[in-house]
């Protein structure tokens, strides 16, 4: 599998290395796991590279606590008070 680095976050980017390191044991046994990480890291990664070099205007929202919503992390991140 390619690596492809699309942040430099570096905390999130060593969570996400132990998560993926985690699911790939779940992938032994689990097509569900297996197709999880293809979609994160190949297809998702293929998705962001397309848009950029295309000009397109896309919004993703990646957040890491599964209480968050949309709506915190857009609040938090585009409107301040």
């Known amino acids: 599998m390619k690596k492809v680095k699309w942040y430099t976050n570096k ?4 969570q996400d290395i132990d998560l993926l390191e985690k699911w790939k044991e ?5 097509k569900y796991y297996e197709n999880a990480i293809n979609t994160w890291t ?3 990664t293929k998705k962001l590279k397309y848009v950029n070099a295309h000009r397109l ?3 993703a929202v990646y ?3 599964g ?3 949309i709506e915190s992390i857009l ?3 585009y ?3």
């Open 42 to 44: 190949v297809r998702d």
């Open 63 to 65: 957040g890491r606590n």
């Open 67 to 69: 209480s968050e919503t």
């Open 79 to 81: 409107f301040k008070e």
């Open 26 to 30: 779940k992938a032994k046994t689990s």
């Open 75 to 77: 609040k938090e991140k």
């Open 11 to 14: 905390i999130i980017e060593i």
């Open 57 to 59: 205007n896309y919004f």
